[in-house]
């Protein structure tokens, strides 16, 4: 059996975006392939897989980035695993994905990159600390840039991303892959009133939601000043956070009896379904596979005009915009579908439709296993 390196600065148990990715994808490989993981030894317990490697390392937890910590991998466990791989596929340019590039090129084996995010525009959106933002700003305009001219190739989530990687004088090949998402899975509630009630909420609850990182680049108080407007005409609203992050977002977050930060969860449909509207207030993104994961379960968008979701949603179809940091307007977008049910399902329905026309988990997982053949 072939032997398939995995490398990733974000894994699980940490959910995001890119561990959600790889928990849909892994198992479908795994038939296929001896697999390996190099990961960081993130807090809480890790999902068992079968047959499956996993590697972890511990972090440094004197540097904050953001709402983790980089982490300190064993450059010898690195080379070992990358001398008896036949093929490396890496998903971040953090500590480990960078060394995994590197002695995948000094060990001539093919390396593929998943580009998850842009990530020139994540340092300067999601760090703070203007010396930690100029820092990892210019590592990644030497040694991130330099790390993905070595690949063999880089699957990238639009070609808008191509053109800005390009525009960074990143010349490897690239190759478009649209993320999927389990529309057997993330399916609507069938029952509204039931689904709030099953997460411990009132039947009649109005809930605005969102799934994810509490980041800075994720913006979500410009998504709680917006829910504050509303508050005094709703009586019955709720903000339902599902996701771990920023301290400081959290306490101002728990510190309003109608806001609800839940924590990561492994199994996020529930939330999901209980939500009437879901809200992508992000400064930068590339796909966004919370909100097409929402869309699959037909709950209507909100969000900003940035990266991919501004291609696959269509204004008052499945979704609505908003300008970024517009509270005042988000808030009145969000006013519109909370008073009015038609609507709102007409754009849930449209949005799951969307979701299964176009970005199946089945056409992904046969694009990445014919990737991984061809090299």
Request: net charge positive; proline share 4%.
């Amino acid at each position: 059996m072939r032997k398939l390196l995995i490398a990733s600065d974000s894994f699980l148990p940490r959910w995001d975006g890119i561990a959600r990715f790889l928990s849909d994808i892994i198992p479908s490989l795994s038939k296929e392939y001896d697999i390996t993981i190099l990961a960081p030894r993130f807090k809480g317990n890790l999902p068992e897989y079968k047959n499956i490697k996993i590697i972890r390392f511990p972090l440094l937890k004197i540097i904050r980035l953001g709402d983790t910590y980089p982490c300190i991998p064993s450059i010898r466990k690195i080379k070992e695993n990358i001398r008896e791989a036949d093929i490396v596929w890496t998903h971040t340019l953090g500590t480990i994905g960078l060394a995994a590039i590197k002695y995948a090129k000094k060990y001539n084996k093919p390396v593929i990159a998943s580009v998850h995010s842009l990530e020139g525009e994540l340092i300067r959106k999601a760090i703070r600390n203007i010396f930690k933002k100029s820092l990892f700003y210019f590592l990644y305009k030497t040694v991130g840039i330099s790390s993905y001219n070595k690949c063999n190739l880089l699957l990238i989530p639009s070609k808008e991303v191509g053109k800005r990687l390009n525009e960074a004088k990143i010349k490897t090949k690239k190759l478009v892959l649209h993320l999927g998402v389990n529309t057997n899975k993330f399916i609507p509630s069938e029952d509204k009133a039931a689904s709030k009630l099953k997460i411990n909420l009132k039947a009649h609850t109005k809930v605005i939601g969102f799934c994810g990182r509490i980041g800075r680049e994720k913006n979500l108080m410009t998504l709680y000043k917006a829910f504050q407007r509303l508050e005094r005409r709703y009586p019955n609203i709720v903000l339902l956070i599902v996701g771990e992050g920023l301290k400081e977002q959290k306490k101002i977050f728990k510190k309003d009896g109608k806001v609800i930060v839940t924590g990561s969860k492994n199994d996020v449909v529930p939330y999901l379904q209980a939500m009437d509207v879901y809200v992508l207030p992000s400064l930068t993104e590339t796909s966004s596979l919370s909100t097409m994961e929402a869309m699959s379960c037909s709950i209507p968008v909100i969000t900003t005009k940035i990266g991919y979701p501004k291609k696959y949603i269509r204004e008052k179809v499945n979704g609505l915009f908003f300008p970024i940091k517009n509270d005042y307007v988000l808030s009145i977008k969000l006013d519109s579908l909370l008073k009015d049910d038609n609507v709102r399902k007409e754009m849930g329905r449209e949005a799951r439709n969307t979701i299964k026309g176009r970005f199946s988990l089945d056409k992904t997982i046969k694009e990445i296993k014919r990737v991984l053949m061809e090299y």
